[in-house]
């Protein structure tokens, strides 16, 4: 079994998409401080951290999208949806800040020796992450799922999915229309992704189980791939 990180570092100075609480991290205790506790020569050190629920490589939840009261929060979401058999397309071939199409998906999909099935989570490589980690330009230079890619998304029965971007949608776009469809069709996804790129045009196990946050609007995730070896 092969497992890939799909999860970016959590940093102070970390790129979050804007209004968004930014990424703090401080030296809590030291073994310094905390050694003076005990008389064995036993110490230990922790950090503190301040991060937004929709911040790091995470997981939106219903509540977020979805102004109902009923919507539920990160901690009431099933499991389920988490976890499964997933794919990963390539459309980073899209020009930044211009939709990514139905068309664009079909040729995506059409390019690999995989197929997107019923119940499957799927995983789009802008690659985004890739050209501009911790630079300004990963919050403004990349494409995003117009009205029709969405659609897609619906009509071909995806239960999650995911971009390594921050956000599905285009980021000159004032509708946000992926937002939209995930809010109408409850269907959930992962934003700050990283390194799709070595799973473009395969079949694996997908895992990114949240922080089980009561009342969060989203969910931190160490998101993890998990290859056998008929598709290593």
């Given at each position: 079994?092969?497992?890939?990180?799909?999860?970016?570092?959590?940093y102070?100075?970390?790129?979050?998409?804007?209004g968004?609480?930014?990424?703090?991290?401080f030296?809590?205790?030291?073994?310094?401080?905390?050694?003076?506790?005990?008389?064995?020569?036993?110490?230990?050190?922790?950090?503190?951290?301040?991060?937004?629920?929709?911040?790091?490589?995470?997981v939106?939840?219903?509540?977020?999208?979805?102004?109902?009261?009923a919507?539920?929060?990160?901690?009431?979401m099933?499991?389920d949806?988490?976890?499964g058999?997933?794919?990963c397309?390539?459309?980073?071939?899209?020009?930044?800040?211009?939709?990514?199409?139905?068309?664009?998906?079909?040729?995506a999909?059409?390019?690999?020796?995989?197929?997107?099935?019923?119940g499957?989570?799927?995983?789009?490589?802008?690659g985004?992450?890739?050209?501009?980690?911790g630079?300004?330009?990963?919050?403004?230079?990349?494409?995003?799922?117009?009205?029709?890619?969405?659609?897609?998304?619906?009509?071909?029965?995806?239960?999650?999915?995911?971009?390594?971007?921050?956000?599905?949608?285009?980021?000159?776009?004032?509708?946000?229309?992926?937002?939209?469809?995930?809010?109408?069709?409850?269907?959930?996804?992962y934003?700050n992704?990283?390194?799709?790129d070595?799973?473009?045009?395969?079949?694996?196990?997908f895992?990114?189980?949240p922080?089980?946050?009561?009342?969060?609007?989203?969910?931190?995730t160490r998101?993890?791939?998990?290859?056998?070896?008929?598709?290593?």
């Amino acid at each position: 079994m092969q497992l890939i990180d799909l999860s970016q570092d959590i940093y102070q100075g970390m790129m979050v998409y804007p209004g968004h609480l930014k990424t703090v991290v401080f030296d809590h205790a030291t073994h310094e401080e905390t050694a003076l506790r005990f008389d064995s020569g036993f110490s230990f050190q922790t950090k503190g951290l301040m991060i937004n629920d929709n911040g790091p490589t995470h997981v939106d939840s219903f509540s977020h999208l979805d102004p109902d009261p009923a919507a539920q929060t990160i901690d009431q979401m099933p499991l389920d949806l988490f976890y499964g058999q997933a794919v990963c397309l390539d459309v980073s071939h899209v020009p930044a800040r211009t939709d990514i199409t139905a068309e664009h998906l079909d040729a995506a999909e059409q390019a690999v020796e995989v197929s997107v099935e019923p119940g499957d989570i799927l995983l789009l490589h802008t690659g985004t992450f890739g050209r501009h980690a911790g630079q300004p330009q990963y919050l403004t230079d990349f494409p995003g799922l117009g009205e029709s890619a969405s659609k897609w998304i619906v009509d071909r029965g995806v239960k999650t999915f995911g971009v390594d971007s921050p956000t599905p949608d285009n980021p000159a776009s004032r509708i946000y229309p992926c937002h939209l469809m995930c809010r109408h069709h409850g269907i959930t996804h992962y934003e700050n992704l990283a390194n799709l790129d070595q799973l473009i045009g395969r079949r694996f196990t997908f895992a990114g189980f949240p922080l089980k946050l009561v009342g969060g609007h989203g969910g931190p995730t160490r998101a993890v791939a998990l290859l056998d070896s008929a598709n290593q």
